[in-house]
């Protein structure tokens, strides 16, 4: 049976009383018996987890796996949330064709989101409720005590449970096997923090705002400074950009032409018949197999197309006096323009419709002086709507042209012409 | 971890059932063979050549087979992992394994259907009669592997390896019970390691064989082990029940405790899970690489009612069990955890039926009378089974020199 | 001391898991007194400096990458992942063993972890580490790294949560720092120990505060072991997504070889595998050179070549699935992978000592002489992961055989592809060799509880 006091010069107050086993069958027991002798107010400690104890000691169960419940539902909801928010809400975009909120896709960062929270949760509450960290603790202060993390094992009871009586405590731990029994002694003063650790703390904490300080800073104002090039030779890479200057070649352009006779992909125009209205060097007199079939939908196509692209100078019907003519001959400042032709006129209607496709494709140079009185459509008009248009214009000259016998039969009666029968 | 004082084993009447009347076992027997006759019936009735009848029956034949396997598997893991805790619930565990001898015995009807019925079960049995000319090619080229002559053989070897294995810890364990002989334990440990890789074998193969090839152009890597994870999640719920039953006829009272039920539940969880993680690996691979030759398993699972199905499957044998069997008091009371048991014997069948069942009823989920007769016949039989291996020896192995550590088993 | 062997089989008898003097003194002054000795033996600084000129050719060629392009690597097109992610994969593996040992094992109850978990575990964080630095070096524009994660910023873009690459992201990150936690909470009680046997300032400031003023309280184990209990629970599940994330990176893709339902479980298996190899390659010579033998004896060694032939199997099982199905499937590109391409194409060496090395040489392991002499496992290990790197070569190089003849290619690593990977080395040993320096070994706590109570004095 050895005795300890501590000594110090800082005034004390008993705090509790301190008793050492060798093994943990003698603690469990001393625990049992400072539990029925009614004292509550009690810890015991020991190298490893001795099972047993929380019998002993009545420690009640922990909320500990609830708040780790709680965080992972947590986790969930907000991973959830954020991919939500992020890939179907805020930023949509798609990926391989998956649905913008996409479950499965969304299930391994959910899952991590999980275990993160809650793992983080478990460690820091596991802390937080043993009061960790604190690194003031009388106990530190017994050189026995050293022996608790390693093979001895200690309980301690409390100066201020209204059970203590510390010499019947001495009593019941020494008829347990104690090894020795300790008063604690706290110092009652609050722990006093010195100066340098205070100044040392506010001065992190003022530099720990400069860097949020300066990105805000540099996130609201403009500058004139040019960026920072980490990697030069990534930002400024040795090579030529289109429409860029070069020695290398004579005509000092980085773009090149391409080799003469280079025809891009689906662009071999080479049929003459659909492409340009020519077959066998004379101008076509039939509609090429492409333009088929001739029917309503295509006849609605070429009318179409006419209102659009033919219809301003040559008019809605045909007649030549199209809007863009009809103000161009108004004013007094045009005095090159060309009146259109109309197309109801007699050498547009003796035109083979080949001839006809011809000048909506190639335009119309009437003067012969290299300036076109008609614009060349090719670029514009795919061919077989030229080919719609044609049959449109077609339409337009019989419709001045007609005789009884285009009607078909039932329709001719419905025509009242009471001038023709007189 | 052992307490400190270790009950004892009951008496000789707490640890048999002694008196099960041979009437009773081949009355369930007898009864079950007359619902499946009931339900050939209906299947006659129903004038589709028995295609629905010989699905239905294969649902019945793969949920209890995959039952047996999953305790087959049990046992052989007890010995392979050496370990101690599980001897008071082994020999539970061997009863549920052996009936897989009974399984051999109701693989006969899908074996001649397969050989005689055309392409009843199997389409591939019968590649002239598939008119799709792309799938017949692709089913020539498998025709090394799907043909009946190397069906019948595999299905031999499974049936010798699954009764082979049970049949030699059977008779070891029935022997040492005798005996007491240690070295028993030792020789069933050394037998229990190759017999892991065959086990793992043979499941995959009569997975890929019975099932996967009902949708012959399909295939899946993990398709065995998914199938296994159900196996052993169904073996697993239904030791639960049989030693539940036999502590409610007064059998077992003081061997098997809540520290067993409570294993038996973490195992059941961590199976449960298993299980999710099979099924979500293999779902979501496919989903993502989108691939006709893949997806054209899951599309029929997901139209109809089979993605009720699905979804039931999900929350039911995955999310809500998960929640369920996450406490440690649900695990320790006979009543909360025979019913998660009995829910995952539900889904489980509700599993296997999604894998066979969509292959000939695309519209929707059926759950017709041939479906439960089918249920209820194999069941009978099984049920048959389990009484006649149970009866008459001990309910323990009461010479198993861990069966000390086993009864004094705690679980902290 | 005498080495009592341990490895016997009595079913009816429980071997010790600690051998020799096994009471709770001997255990703290066999643990502690490595890290407390004045001055470590001259063959720790020898390895220590090798170790580190090791990390600094990691450093240097990581330096000369930054500063002139990802280029200095062999990748090309079609093989844009290259060697990098091979070893990525291949360090995340190694690192999977630590957290089985650590959280699997303790739900299974598995005594014999606590004399091996710790080392594991740090183990664990080391490989990650290691993992680590390749994806993040292989952004080319390291600064910019941080742009994998999601923060609000004025593109107004957020990242693609679709994508297998950004899984990773935060399977690995979570990994490395719950991994971390559990480390550290499973160390705090022998931080204490350290700190109460602490002689010297220095080593009482740093073990006082990184103990956090643990005193053993009952109150306080008993919240520990739950919070130990719950982050067990969390990893074991967490170690088994952060590697099928990893195989989701290849399997959701179509490219033949890589998109195969089996992936994730059979990367788990491989991750824990070569993670395990890894151990034994580490503890046969820590224990011998550190005095450990009583507390790592021949039965951990023995169970842990088990776990290796054990995942052997499970892997060797998944090469097969793999290869009947890919016959099984009639796909021609992927028959033509499986049993063309692999075995003979260009890269067959690698995929024969793949086999050979995963699959066939831890059969060894079924002889008992096997698993009881050190240096045949360290060698059968040493082999184990050689295999395992092969195999992520292997997989990565069906890159090369795409669907379209017109794009396939090879690889062809470069000079600073190998000084990475042998730097990588250098990392991890460096911080294996200040862990054995300066922090417990062992986990002593634990290990005091599976002694049996009745050695104390």
Redesign the interface.
Request: proline content about 6%.
């Given at each position: 049976m050895i005795e300890h006091e501590v000594q110090t010069d800082q005034p004390q107050v008993l705090s509790g009383l301190l008793a050492e086993f060798?093994?943990?069958?003698g603690l469990l027991e001393a625990?049992q018996g400072v539990r029925e002798a009614g004292l509550r107010r009690t810890?015991?400690?020991?190298?490893?987890?001795?099972h047993g104890?929380?019998r002993a000691?009545g420690?009640r169960n922990?909320p500990?796996?609830w708040l780790?419940l709680f965080a992972g539902f947590a986790g969930c909801v907000v991973a959830l949330l954020?991919?939500w928010w992020?890939?179907a809400v805020?930023?949509p975009?798609l990926?391989?064709g998956?649905p913008l909120f996409?479950l499965p896709?969304?299930i391994?960062?959910t899952?991590?989101?999980i275990?993160?929270f809650?793992?983080?949760t478990?460690?820091f509450?596991?802390?937080a409720?043993?009061g960790?960290?604190?690194?003031?603790?009388p106990?530190f202060q017994h050189e026995r005590f050293?022996?608790?993390?390693?093979?001895r094992f200690f309980i301690l009871v409390e100066a201020s449970d209204p059970q203590f009586d510390a010499i019947r405590l001495r009593e019941l731990f020494q008829s347990h096997g104690a090894v020795s029994v300790e008063q604690v002694m706290a110092d009652p003063t609050p722990a006093r923090i010195p100066l340098a650790v205070h100044l040392t703390g506010v001065i992190v904490l003022c530099l720990a705002f400069i860097p949020p300080l300066w990105i805000a800073r540099d996130?609201s104002t403009t500058s004139d400074v040019p960026r920072i090039h980490?990697?030069p030779?990534?930002d400024f890479q040795p090579k030529f950009k289109p429409q860029a200057e070069t020695s290398l070649f004579a005509d000092g352009r980085t773009m090149r032409l391409p080799v003469a006779g280079t025809i891009a992909r689906g662009e071999l125009n080479d049929d003459e018949h659909f492409v340009r209205g020519i077959v066998a060097n004379a101008f076509a007199t039939t509609f090429p197999a492409q333009a088929m079939p001739l029917d309503q939908v295509m006849m609605a196509r070429g009318r179409e197309r006419f209102n659009i692209y033919c219809a301003t100078c040559h008019g809605l019907a045909g007649d030549g006096n199209g809007i863009t003519s009809q103000r161009a001959l108004a004013r007094a400042d045009s005095p090159n323009w060309r009146p259109p032709l109309s197309l109801h006129s007699q050498g547009v209607l003796e035109m083979p419709i080949g001839k006809l496709f011809f000048t909506i494709t190639n335009g119309v140079d009437r003067q012969n002086d290299g300036n076109l009185s008609m614009p060349a459509y090719d670029v514009q008009i795919p061919p077989r709507d030229r080919w719609a248009i044609v049959l449109y214009v077609l339409a337009l000259q019989r419709s001045r042209n007609a005789e009884l016998n285009d009607l078909p039969e039932g329709a001719r009666e419905s025509l009242a012409l009471p001038d023709i029968a007189q | 971890m052992l307490k400190h004082d270790i009950p004892q084993l009951g008496d000789d009447d707490n640890l048999t059932l002694s008196r099960i009347p041979p009437r009773l076992i081949s009355g369930a027997a007898a009864a079950g063979g007359i619902i499946l006759l009931i339900a050939l019936l209906l299947g006659w009735a129903a004038k589709d050549s028995f295609t629905y009848f010989f699905h239905a029956y294969l649902v019945s034949f793969s949920f209890y087979l995959s039952i047996s396997l999953g305790a087959l598997f049990l046992v052989t893991l007890h010995h392979a992992s050496?370990a101690?805790w599980s001897v008071c619930v082994r020999r539970v565990s061997e009863i549920v394994a052996a009936n897989v001898l009974l399984m051999a015995i109701l693989f006969l009807p899908i074996l001649l259907v397969a050989i005689f019925g055309g392409k009843t079960l199997y389409v591939w049995t019968n590649l002239a009669a598939i008119e799709d000319e792309h799938v017949r090619h692709?089913l020539e080229?498998?025709s090394a592997?799907l043909n009946l002559w190397f069906f019948t053989l595999r299905a031999v070897i499974y049936f010798a390896v699954w009764g082979g294995l049970i049949w030699f810890f059977w008779k070891r364990s029935l022997e040492q019970d005798k005996s007491g002989d240690?070295t028993l334990?030792?020789k069933m440990?050394k037998v229990s390691?190759p017999a892991?890789?065959l086990f793992?074998?043979t499941i995959?193969f009569a997975a890929?064989d019975w099932i996967m090839s009902l949708t012959p152009v399909w295939?899946?890597?993990?398709?065995?082990?998914y199938f296994f994870s159900g196996a052993v999640v169904g073996g697993l719920s239904t030791i639960i029940l049989v030693l539940i039953a036999l502590q409610g006829r007064g059998r077992l009272t003081t061997a098997v405790t809540p520290d067993h039920y409570h294993e038996l539940g973490k195992l059941l969880f961590a199976f449960i899970?298993f299980w999710g993680?099979?099924a979500f690996?293999?779902y979501?691979?496919?989903w993502?690489?989108n691939?006709p030759?893949e997806t054209v398993w899951y599309l029929p699972r997901q139209r109809h009612g089979w993605l009720a199905v699905s979804l039931i499957l999900l929350f039911g044998h995955l999310l809500i069990p998960f929640f369920g069997l996450m406490s440690r008091q649900v695990k320790r009371r006979k009543a909360l955890l025979g019913f998660w048991a009995v829910w995952m014997l539900v889904v489980h069948w509700l599993d296997v039926q999604y894998l066979v069942m969509p292959h000939v009823n695309e519209t929707g989920f059926p759950l017709g009378p041939m479906d439960i007769c089918c249920l209820a016949g194999v069941g009978l039989i099984f049920l048959a089974g389990l009484l006649f291996f149970a009866g008459h020896r001990p309910l323990v192995p009461t010479k198993?020199?861990?069966l000390g550590?086993s009864l004094g088993f705690e679980n902290l | 001391m005498a080495v009592v062997d341990n490895t016997f089989?009595?079913?009816?008898l429980?071997a010790p898991l600690i051998t020799g003097r096994a009471?709770?003194?001997s255990i703290?002054d066999t643990v502690c007194e490595i890290t407390e000795q004045y001055r470590p033996p001259r063959s720790w600084y020898v390895a220590f400096i090798a170790s580190l000129s090791l990390l600094g050719m990691l450093g240097l060629s990581i330096i000369y990458l930054?500063?002139t392009?990802v280029g200095v690597w062999g990748n090309n097109s079609p093989v844009f992942w290259g060697w990098p992610i091979v070893n990525f994969v291949f360090w995340v593996g190694i690192g999977h063993a630590g957290t089985l040992i650590s959280a699997i094992l303790f739900l299974f109850r598995q005594q014999w972890r606590t004399s091996i978990n710790r080392m594991a575990e740090a183990m664990t964080i080391f490989a990650v580490t290691c993992a680590g630095v390749f994806p993040g070096i292989h952004v080319g524009?390291v600064?910019l790294a941080y742009w994998l994660a999601?923060y609000p910023n004025?593109l107004?873009?957020?990242?693609?949560?679709?994508?297998?690459l950004?899984?990773d992201v935060?399977?690995v990150s979570?990994y490395a720092?719950?991994s971390a936690?559990?480390w550290y909470?499973g160390m705090?009680?022998d931080l204490?120990?350290l700190?109460?046997?602490a002689t010297t300032k220095i080593r009482k400031l740093a073990y006082?505060?990184a103990s956090?003023?643990?005193?053993?309280?009952?109150?306080?184990?008993?919240?520990?072991?739950?919070?130990y209990l719950?982050?067990a629970a969390?990893?074991t599940?967490?170690v088994?997504?952060v590697h099928?994330?990893v195989s989701?990176d290849f399997?959701?893709?179509?490219v033949p070889g890589w998109?195969?339902?089996?992936?994730?479980?059979y990367f788990v298996a491989g991750a824990i595998f070569s993670g395990f190899a890894m151990v034994v390659t580490l503890a046969v010579p820590a224990r011998a050179y550190f005095g450990l033998k009583n507390l790592i004896t021949m039965r951990h060694l023995e169970n842990m070549t088990k776990v290796i032939l054990a995942t052997s199997?499970m892997v060797g099982?998944?090469y097969g699935?793999?290869l009947f199905?890919a016959w099984?499937?009639?796909?021609p590109n992927e028959t033509f992978l499986f049993l063309g391409n692999r075995p003979f194409g260009p890269y067959a060496p690698a995929y024969w000592t793949m086999v050979t090395c995963n699959v066939l040489i831890p059969q060894l392991f079924?002889f008992r002489k096997c698993r009881t002499t050190p240096w045949m496992m360290v060698i059968i290990a040493l082999l184990v992961n050689v295999g395992m790197w092969m195999e992520r070569f292997v997989i990565m190089m069906s890159l090369t055989r795409d669907y379209l003849p017109s794009s396939w290619g090879s690889f062809i690593p470069t000079p600073i592809d190998v000084v990475m990977l042998i730097g990588s080395f250098g990392l991890f040993f460096t911080l294996f060799l200040l862990f054995c320096r300066y922090l417990p070994m062992v986990a002593?706590?634990?290990v005091?509880?599976v002694l049996p109570?009745g050695h104390?004095?």
């Amino acid at each position: 049976m050895i005795e300890h006091e501590v000594q110090t010069d800082q005034p004390q107050v008993l705090s509790g009383l301190l008793a050492e086993f060798t093994d943990q069958q003698g603690l469990l027991e001393a625990a049992q018996g400072v539990r029925e002798a009614g004292l509550r107010r009690t810890d015991c400690f020991s190298p490893y987890p001795v099972h047993g104890m929380e019998r002993a000691l009545g420690i009640r169960n922990t909320p500990l796996p609830w708040l780790v419940l709680f965080a992972g539902f947590a986790g969930c909801v907000v991973a959830l949330l954020m991919q939500w928010w992020t890939n179907a809400v805020d930023y949509p975009f798609l990926i391989s064709g998956k649905p913008l909120f996409s479950l499965p896709a969304n299930i391994p960062v959910t899952f991590e989101l999980i275990v993160l929270f809650s793992a983080f949760t478990a460690f820091f509450a596991v802390l937080a409720l043993n009061g960790l960290p604190r690194f003031h603790n009388p106990l530190f202060q017994h050189e026995r005590f050293r022996r608790a993390s390693s093979d001895r094992f200690f309980i301690l009871v409390e100066a201020s449970d209204p059970q203590f009586d510390a010499i019947r405590l001495r009593e019941l731990f020494q008829s347990h096997g104690a090894v020795s029994v300790e008063q604690v002694m706290a110092d009652p003063t609050p722990a006093r923090i010195p100066l340098a650790v205070h100044l040392t703390g506010v001065i992190v904490l003022c530099l720990a705002f400069i860097p949020p300080l300066w990105i805000a800073r540099d996130r609201s104002t403009t500058s004139d400074v040019p960026r920072i090039h980490p990697v030069p030779d990534m930002d400024f890479q040795p090579k030529f950009k289109p429409q860029a200057e070069t020695s290398l070649f004579a005509d000092g352009r980085t773009m090149r032409l391409p080799v003469a006779g280079t025809i891009a992909r689906g662009e071999l125009n080479d049929d003459e018949h659909f492409v340009r209205g020519i077959v066998a060097n004379a101008f076509a007199t039939t509609f090429p197999a492409q333009a088929m079939p001739l029917d309503q939908v295509m006849m609605a196509r070429g009318r179409e197309r006419f209102n659009i692209y033919c219809a301003t100078c040559h008019g809605l019907a045909g007649d030549g006096n199209g809007i863009t003519s009809q103000r161009a001959l108004a004013r007094a400042d045009s005095p090159n323009w060309r009146p259109p032709l109309s197309l109801h006129s007699q050498g547009v209607l003796e035109m083979p419709i080949g001839k006809l496709f011809f000048t909506i494709t190639n335009g119309v140079d009437r003067q012969n002086d290299g300036n076109l009185s008609m614009p060349a459509y090719d670029v514009q008009i795919p061919p077989r709507d030229r080919w719609a248009i044609v049959l449109y214009v077609l339409a337009l000259q019989r419709s001045r042209n007609a005789e009884l016998n285009d009607l078909p039969e039932g329709a001719r009666e419905s025509l009242a012409l009471p001038d023709i029968a007189q | 971890m052992l307490k400190h004082d270790i009950p004892q084993l009951g008496d000789d009447d707490n640890l048999t059932l002694s008196r099960i009347p041979p009437r009773l076992i081949s009355g369930a027997a007898a009864a079950g063979g007359i619902i499946l006759l009931i339900a050939l019936l209906l299947g006659w009735a129903a004038k589709d050549s028995f295609t629905y009848f010989f699905h239905a029956y294969l649902v019945s034949f793969s949920f209890y087979l995959s039952i047996s396997l999953g305790a087959l598997f049990l046992v052989t893991l007890h010995h392979a992992s050496r370990a101690g805790w599980s001897v008071c619930v082994r020999r539970v565990s061997e009863i549920v394994a052996a009936n897989v001898l009974l399984m051999a015995i109701l693989f006969l009807p899908i074996l001649l259907v397969a050989i005689f019925g055309g392409k009843t079960l199997y389409v591939w049995t019968n590649l002239a009669a598939i008119e799709d000319e792309h799938v017949r090619h692709i089913l020539e080229g498998k025709s090394a592997y799907l043909n009946l002559w190397f069906f019948t053989l595999r299905a031999v070897i499974y049936f010798a390896v699954w009764g082979g294995l049970i049949w030699f810890f059977w008779k070891r364990s029935l022997e040492q019970d005798k005996s007491g002989d240690v070295t028993l334990s030792l020789k069933m440990e050394k037998v229990s390691y190759p017999a892991l890789i065959l086990f793992a074998l043979t499941i995959t193969f009569a997975a890929f064989d019975w099932i996967m090839s009902l949708t012959p152009v399909w295939f899946s890597t993990i398709f065995g082990v998914y199938f296994f994870s159900g196996a052993v999640v169904g073996g697993l719920s239904t030791i639960i029940l049989v030693l539940i039953a036999l502590q409610g006829r007064g059998r077992l009272t003081t061997a098997v405790t809540p520290d067993h039920y409570h294993e038996l539940g973490k195992l059941l969880f961590a199976f449960i899970i298993f299980w999710g993680y099979m099924a979500f690996s293999q779902y979501m691979l496919i989903w993502y690489a989108n691939m006709p030759e893949e997806t054209v398993w899951y599309l029929p699972r997901q139209r109809h009612g089979w993605l009720a199905v699905s979804l039931i499957l999900l929350f039911g044998h995955l999310l809500i069990p998960f929640f369920g069997l996450m406490s440690r008091q649900v695990k320790r009371r006979k009543a909360l955890l025979g019913f998660w048991a009995v829910w995952m014997l539900v889904v489980h069948w509700l599993d296997v039926q999604y894998l066979v069942m969509p292959h000939v009823n695309e519209t929707g989920f059926p759950l017709g009378p041939m479906d439960i007769c089918c249920l209820a016949g194999v069941g009978l039989i099984f049920l048959a089974g389990l009484l006649f291996f149970a009866g008459h020896r001990p309910l323990v192995p009461t010479k198993d020199p861990r069966l000390g550590e086993s009864l004094g088993f705690e679980n902290l | 001391m005498a080495v009592v062997d341990n490895t016997f089989n009595d079913p009816a008898l429980r071997a010790p898991l600690i051998t020799g003097r096994a009471d709770l003194a001997s255990i703290t002054d066999t643990v502690c007194e490595i890290t407390e000795q004045y001055r470590p033996p001259r063959s720790w600084y020898v390895a220590f400096i090798a170790s580190l000129s090791l990390l600094g050719m990691l450093g240097l060629s990581i330096i000369y990458l930054i500063a002139t392009g990802v280029g200095v690597w062999g990748n090309n097109s079609p093989v844009f992942w290259g060697w990098p992610i091979v070893n990525f994969v291949f360090w995340v593996g190694i690192g999977h063993a630590g957290t089985l040992i650590s959280a699997i094992l303790f739900l299974f109850r598995q005594q014999w972890r606590t004399s091996i978990n710790r080392m594991a575990e740090a183990m664990t964080i080391f490989a990650v580490t290691c993992a680590g630095v390749f994806p993040g070096i292989h952004v080319g524009r390291v600064w910019l790294a941080y742009w994998l994660a999601p923060y609000p910023n004025y593109l107004g873009m957020w990242p693609n949560f679709r994508s297998p690459l950004l899984w990773d992201v935060f399977a690995v990150s979570t990994y490395a720092s719950v991994s971390a936690l559990f480390w550290y909470l499973g160390m705090i009680p022998d931080l204490a120990t350290l700190r109460d046997r602490a002689t010297t300032k220095i080593r009482k400031l740093a073990y006082g505060v990184a103990s956090l003023g643990w005193t053993g309280s009952a109150r306080a184990w008993h919240r520990y072991e739950r919070a130990y209990l719950l982050l067990a629970a969390l990893a074991t599940p967490l170690v088994l997504s952060v590697h099928s994330v990893v195989s989701f990176d290849f399997a959701v893709a179509q490219v033949p070889g890589w998109h195969t339902t089996i992936f994730p479980p059979y990367f788990v298996a491989g991750a824990i595998f070569s993670g395990f190899a890894m151990v034994v390659t580490l503890a046969v010579p820590a224990r011998a050179y550190f005095g450990l033998k009583n507390l790592i004896t021949m039965r951990h060694l023995e169970n842990m070549t088990k776990v290796i032939l054990a995942t052997s199997c499970m892997v060797g099982y998944a090469y097969g699935v793999e290869l009947f199905t890919a016959w099984y499937s009639q796909n021609p590109n992927e028959t033509f992978l499986f049993l063309g391409n692999r075995p003979f194409g260009p890269y067959a060496p690698a995929y024969w000592t793949m086999v050979t090395c995963n699959v066939l040489i831890p059969q060894l392991f079924w002889f008992r002489k096997c698993r009881t002499t050190p240096w045949m496992m360290v060698i059968i290990a040493l082999l184990v992961n050689v295999g395992m790197w092969m195999e992520r070569f292997v997989i990565m190089m069906s890159l090369t055989r795409d669907y379209l003849p017109s794009s396939w290619g090879s690889f062809i690593p470069t000079p600073i592809d190998v000084v990475m990977l042998i730097g990588s080395f250098g990392l991890f040993f460096t911080l294996f060799l200040l862990f054995c320096r300066y922090l417990p070994m062992v986990a002593m706590a634990e290990v005091k509880t599976v002694l049996p109570h009745g050695h104390q004095p």
